[in-house]
């Protein structure tokens, strides 16, 4: 549960609010700007780039966020992941919450060791991507039917470090051992996907 408890209406506002709890995340792009996610970013990284592709809703990002100056919006009208693969730019933490989510997945891996993916309970062609070896798997279902799943570089003990208690200052900004789990997400869509040709 993040530390807004109740009232945090933004299902991956616990993941987020962990891991920036836990990490110095200095860099966040987040594809898909939003009330919740682009809040919670501005307020624990030094600096965000947000990455949206309908124009009245950046002007109203851009609006809603004036007084901060460690936000960067974005209006593009490419492919999201084109974003990416257009510069050579490496984050501390890459979330997902817009169109083109596959793609910007697939383009995120070695540009982030903490990927976010939001809404991964829905079929949006995640049989697609390919993870690599050395990336993990966990998922949050605290916000069912809502799933946020974080993909990080093997080299961090995220998941020990999540779970850790010890690692927080406040205490409803943990995880709750009982809405995380490792399995592979990915694999289960492309089993699904398999069985529908």
């Not at 993909?151 to 690692?167: E, P, R």
């Amino acid at each position: 549960m993040s530390r807004y408890g109740l009232l945090d209406p933004g299902t991956c506002i616990p993941v987020l609010e962990c891991i920036c709890s836990v990490y110095r995340i200095e860099n966040a792009i987040e594809f898909g700007a939003g009330i919740w996610s682009t809040f919670s970013l501005t307020r624990n990284c030094k600096s965000v780039t947000s990455i949206e592709h309908n124009k009245d809703w950046v002007d109203v990002v851009k609006n809603d966020y004036s007084h901060k100056n460690n936000l960067n919006v974005v209006h593009w009208e490419k492919p999201m992941n084109k974003y990416l693969t257009q510069n050579d730019k490496t984050y501390d933490l890459i979330f997902i919450d817009g169109k083109d989510r596959p793609e910007c997945l697939m383009d995120s891996f070695d540009r982030a060791p903490i990927i976010v993916c939001h809404d991964t309970h829905q079929d949006f062609n995640w049989h697609r991507v390919d993870v690599p070896n050395h990336y993990k798997q966990l998922h949050y279902t605290g916000c069912k039917p809502y799933v946020t799943t974080i993909f990080w570089n093997v080299g961090l003990d995220l998941q020990n470090q999540l779970l850790d208690k010890s690692n927080f200052n406040h205490t409803g900004t943990q995880l709750d051992v009982e809405y995380l789990n490792d399995d592979d997400i990915i694999a289960v869509y492309k089993k699904m996907n398999k069985k529908k040709k």
